[in-house]
């Protein structure tokens, strides 16, 4: 288990093995040299005693071919790759001192522009060797680096944990599905504030004014004792903007009375009406994904989003669907 130094220190944080990590500095740094000093003694700044102007040159390309396998296993060995792509490498690394030995036997005589043109002329073949292996090492290096920036920053990704009685779930969810989740969910009552579209004021929506609001429950029963009649459904209030539907208990038809024998709260009825009324105001008010069983909020990148914990993802919007559960 990793120690709270280590932790806090950052020492048991690194995915790169400390040993690992000098075997790439360390052949970084020898294929730097190699190349460096191949270079120096090519151009016969540095140039060992007794050594003719072709012998100094054929020592400079084999120092220089050598180094550059060399510089690129070492960026190999500390990139996070798989071990396809460091096997690659190295058998890349490995054509590429082919190229090399051929090189130390083809130079200077077998090479073009040599002392001896009589003899098979093999520098497009080495070239093309030391090549092969080059372009092989060099498209793994590629290979690790992409795949290493794409570890830190997927970029078209969002990482979430979800825990959920006692279960945490890392989800994926593409970056351009929550930002298209606008500002945070803040309307979760009846009232809507100004003219947003909720669920309780978009057009064709039921009164959002549900039962639970009534301050006067029993004003229905008053108002059925004096004969009064109103179309607005029980347990719902208008505001009294509606005052042509109150008529005279004179104009309406005679109706049989709910305390009546015959009525139908009698022995003969059933008290449809009073349980319709009943059903009406205890209600289960509006149906949306604020009061659902699934409903929940996660953390993300981007602050706090309302996530669906049925299908497992965030969420565009409140609508409910039809797998829609009470709390």
Avoid at 28 to 41: C, D, K, P, Y
Avoid at 128 to 155: I, S
Avoid at 158 to 185: S, W
Avoid at 229 to 249: A, H, K, L, M, V
Wanted: hydrophobic residues 35%.
């Amino acid at each position: 288990m990793t120690s709270l130094s280590e932790t806090y220190g950052g020492a048991g944080r690194s995915e790169v093995d400390p040993r690992r990590l000098s075997l790439g500095a360390g052949l970084f740094v020898g294929g730097t040299l190699l190349l460096v000093a191949g270079i120096l003694v090519a151009a016969e700044v540095l140039v060992p005693r007794g050594y003719t102007s072709g012998a100094a040159r054929r020592l400079g390309g084999i120092l220089g071919g050598l180094g550059v396998p060399l510089v690129t296993l070492g960026v190999m060995t500390v990139l996070p790759a798989d071990r396809r792509t460091r096997a690659a490498a190295v058998v890349g690394a490995a054509i590429m001192a082919l190229g090399v030995a051929l090189f130390s036997q083809a130079y200077p005589n077998h090479w073009v522009g040599g002392p001896r043109p009589e003899l098979v002329d093999l520098t497009l073949p080495t070239a093309g060797v030391y090549f092969l292996g080059a372009a092989t090492t060099m498209w793994c290096v590629f290979v690790g680096v992409a795949n290493f920036k794409t570890r830190n920053d997927p970029g078209g990704t969002v990482t979430m944990e979800v825990t959920h009685k006692g279960e945490t779930k890392v989800i994926e969810v593409e970056r351009d599905q929550v930002r298209g989740l606008g500002g945070g969910v803040g309307l979760l009552g009846g009232t809507p504030n100004g003219d947003v579209e909720t669920q309780t004021n978009r057009p064709g929506s039921a009164d959002p004014v549900d039962a639970t609001s009534d301050p006067e429950p029993n004003r229905s029963t008053a108002a059925d004792s004096l004969g009064l009649s109103s179309t607005t459904p029980s347990g719902r209030s208008d505001g009294g903007s509606s005052t042509t539907d109150i008529s005279s208990p004179l104009d309406a038809p005679a109706e049989p009375d709910a305390a009546s024998p015959n009525g139908p709260g009698g022995p003969d009825g059933s008290g449809t009406r009073s349980t319709a009324d009943a059903a009406a105001r205890e209600g289960p008010g509006d149906t949306y994904c604020g009061n659902c069983a699934e409903f929940d909020y996660v953390k993300t990148d981007d602050g706090m989003r309302p996530y669906c914990g049925h299908y497992d993802e965030v969420m565009d919007d409140m609508e409910a669907c039809e797998q829609w559960t009470p709390r």
